[in-house]
């Protein structure tokens, strides 16, 4: 399984990888929303995590486009921003699910 990362946090990110690779999966990390969304779209991915809060393309705009696309890949918003109209907004986006930070890895 191969997993895209678009979190801007470089330590979070490189942890998320960690933790997935422990796991057997390979991990690619981005740090920004546009070449998060240029890779989600290559079609190599099984599921995406995302930040909402990214720089040069929020999180809910790379899903709203991804999702334009026709690209079904699941999708994993994980986010600091924890009120109920983001939850909400995330997954009217097209998010299969929505994690806030801070998380249990487990």
């Known amino acids: 399984m191969r997993v ?11 942890t ?3 933790l997935l ?4 999966y390979t991990a690619d990390i981005c740090h920004d929303g546009e070449s998060g969304l240029d890779n989600a779209l290559s079609d190599i991915y099984d599921l ?7 720089p040069k393309k929020d999180g809910f705009s790379v899903l709203r ?27 009217d986006c097209g998010a299969d699910y929505y994690l806030t930070k801070p998380f249990e890895p487990k």
């Open 4 to 14: 895209l990362i678009v979190e801007d946090e470089v330590r979070l990110a490189e």
């Open 16 to 18: 998320l990888r960690d």
């Open 21 to 24: 690779e422990l796991e057997r």
């Open 48 to 54: 995406v995590i995302l930040d909402v809060m990214l």
């Open 65 to 91: 486009a991804l999702r334009q696309a026709g690209k079904t890949v699941p999708v994993l918003m994980l986010s600091a921003r924890s009120e109920l109209a983001d939850r909400v907004e995330g997954l």
